[in-house]
């Protein structure tokens, strides 16, 4: 089975400085995706970013970068320049290539001081 | 509004009633999953539909839970003889039918077992 893990369960960054959120997980299957999502208190669930395992370039969109280390099964969020709407809820996710698995961590909350 | 839709948002019972609830997912997506989340956890997963195929059901699902999705549209959870445990926000989330698709999520609906 499928584990995702986010060892940080709160953290706190300054506006507009960096933060990078952690992840690691465990699977024997080579080929799966990943995902980065974020819950503000509204408790909707939003999209922030998707790697695929097969490609060893990280991901990027925007203030946001991943560092993905398939080695070491870790995939770390970085986010740049902070801003207070990124406060909210983070979630680490796996999904295997069927689809049928996807899985979450037990999420990291972020707070964005002004 | 065509994104994923889950009614009712808010659902307060007895306990020993059952519940129902329902999930209406974006046209044209064939995959369709079910979580729970109880507050400061990350989203559990419960079963995972492909079209009216119910492909994988977690240990989470007890014999109190059963999940449907007559005709591969919008899917049912339904909860028989709820318990005070039972009070989580259930979330919908669906996507396309292929490999590493992404899932979007509904707002959920909230049970409260009283």
């Known amino acids: 089975a499928q584990t995702v893990t986010q060892s940080q369960p709160e953290m706190s960054v300054q506006e507009a400085e960096t933060v990078t959120l952690s992840c690691t997980y465990d699977?024997?299957?080579?080929?799966?995706?990943l995902f980065w999502y974020k819950q503000p208190p509204s408790r909707q669930m939003i999209l922030v970013i998707r790697?695929?395992?097969?490609?060893?370039q990280n991901a990027t969109e925007n203030r946001f970068s991943v560092n993905f280390q398939k080695a070491a099964k870790s995939f770390s969020l970085k986010i740049s320049d902070s801003q207070l709407g990124d406060t909210a809820m983070y979630f680490c996710?796996?999904?295997?290539?069927?689809?049928?698995?996807?899985?979450f961590g037990t999420g990291t909350s972020l707070t964005v001081i002004p | 509004d065509t994104g994923v839709s889950q009614n009712p948002r808010h659902k307060i019972t007895k306990r020993g009633q059952n519940v129902t609830f329902r999930c209406d997912p974006i046209?044209?997506?064939?995959?369709l999953y079910w979580y729970r989340q109880t507050l400061g956890q990350g989203p559990e997963f419960l079963t995972y539909?492909?079209?009216?195929?119910?492909?994988?059901k977690s240990r989470l699902l007890s014999d109190r839970f059963s999940a449907e999705r007559p005709k591969g549209s919008f899917s049912t959870l339904e909860i028989q003889r709820t318990e005070q445990g039972d009070s989580a926000m259930y979330l919908c989330?669906?996507?396309?039918?292929?490999?590493?698709?992404?899932?979007?999520f509904g707002s959920g609906t909230q049970l409260s077992v009283l």
């Open positions: 996710a796996f999904m295997n290539r069927a689809g049928n698995q996807f899985y």
């Open positions: 989330a669906s996507s396309f039918g292929r490999e590493g698709a992404v899932l979007f």
């Open positions: 790697q695929e395992a097969y490609k060893q």
């Open positions: 046209s044209e997506h064939n995959r």
């Open positions: 699977t024997s299957e080579n080929n799966y995706y």
């Open positions: 539909f492909q079209n009216e195929a119910q492909l994988e």
